[in-house]
């Protein structure tokens, strides 16, 4: 038992990250503004439509208009129209005491969903610089600025609760990644060493890094046909993974084009080590030079502080292990048939 702890923690890393990954609750937001755009000097009403929120007339979330910390604007009245929208009235100042300025934050304040500002900003036309004759307009507060309290995953236009999916189709990818190193470091001890072990582990490590990757596909089109309306893009991060487990592919194509066992092991390890060579231009440096779909592209293919928070983190990370010791276990299978493979025909002959 005590040998296995590995293969243990793996699961049971796998099993955490799978039960908190679904039961966790996405934090409120505003996905919606309408009128989307407004003219200074004239009082209108917005609409705004909350996400995962719990409006309620007898605490009727408190609504501002601002710019920064000491420009704002409350709201003359507020209504609850049901959980999910408030609509909310403003009189619109002629100016802004700095500067001109073409849009506002929008945000609502309340005990039972915290606070939170729209992503979508309000576009406003017709605000001119007014000085400080203009400031007395702007003098508006901000009670609480607290989010909602509890663990909960962040709001993210788009992805909403598809953030869940980042503890499959993300952490595959690591787990792949991790996969191939071992393979590729098998293949270099095997071509130092001539041990055919070696060359079996490579084997092992590849194939179930090759399984991750297509699993990794899979996952990412079905979150793409989510969030973007199409499994298939032909975004750069799609199709350089593809690309890459193609040659991956072909290391096992290689493989069964060789009867001598001395010359497959050899041709295939030094195919191995350019395969995970060819990982570093596909998957990191391509990417970094090609604007993106995928969270963080512009030129970055690593994540940013925006796409995942500290919560997000606490599953994601335990998920990478357990994905690891996971296909780290799968692999040993592999090789123990191998082994097994290699004795039964030693016995047949």
């Keep these: ?33 309408q009128p989307t755009a407004v003219v200074a000097g004239q009082t ?17 979330p408190k609504v501002i208009l601002w710019k920064d910390g000491d420009h704002i604007i409350n709201a003359l009245g507020v209504s609850v129209l049901n959980s999910r929208q408030v609509q909310a009235t403003f009189q619109l100042p002629t100016a ?6 073409n849009e506002l934050k929008v945000s609502t304040s309340d005990p039972a969903n915290g606070f939170i500002t729209a992503l979508p900003r309000l576009r406003i036309s017709g605000m001119e610089k ?25 709001y993210l236009p788009n992805i909403y609760e ?37 060359e079996q582990r490579a084997v092992s490590y590849t194939s179930v890094g090759i399984l991750f990757g297509i ?27 593809a690309i890459v487990l193609l040659i991956y592919g072909a290391y096992f194509v290689l493989r069964i084009s060789f009867e001598d066992s001395d010359q497959k092991a050899r ?8 395969a995970f060579a060819s990982i570093i231009p596909l998957l990191y440096v391509i990417p970094r030079i090609t604007e ?7 030129g970055n293919p690593a994540f940013s502080r925006g796409d995942l928070d500290n919560n997000v983190r606490m599953i994601f990370y335990p998920a990478i292990i357990g994905w690891i010791l996971l296909g780290l276990w799968m692999a040993q299978l592999n090789f123990r048939m191998m082994k097994i493979k290699e004795r039964l025909l030693e016995n047949e002959y």
């Excluded at 079905?222 to 199409?230: E, R």
């Excluded at 041709?267 to 350019?274: D, G, K, L, R, T």
């Design 1 to 33: 038992m005590v040998k296995h702890w590995w293969k243990i923690l793996g699961v049971a890393l796998l099993i955490f990250a799978f039960t908190a990954g679904l039961l966790t609750p996405i934090r409120p937001g505003i996905n919606d503004i």
């Design 44 to 60: 209108v009403s917005l609409t705004l439509t909350g996400y995962n929120t719990d409006f309620n007339q007898e605490q009727a």
């Design 96 to 101: 802004f005491p700095l500067d001109e300025i």
């Design 130 to 154: 007014g000085g400080e004759a203009a400031a007395s307009a702007w003098t508006g507060t901000i009670e609480n600025t607290d989010s909602k309290g509890g663990f909960t995953f962040p």
């Design 162 to 198: 598809s953030v869940r999916n980042t503890f499959y189709h993300v952490a595959l990818w690591f787990a792949m990644f991790t996969l191939f190193t071992l393979g590729v470091i098998a293949s270099i001890r095997y071509l130092l060493t001539r041990n055919v072990m070696f």
């Design 215 to 241: 699993l990794g596909l899979i996952t990412g089109a079905i979150w793409a046909q989510y969030t973007w309306n199409k499994a298939w893009s032909w975004d750069i991060k799609q199709t350089m993974t």
């Design 267 to 274: 041709i295939s390890a030094v195919y191995n080590i350019f």
């Design 292 to 298: 993106s779909l995928h969270p963080g592209g512009q």
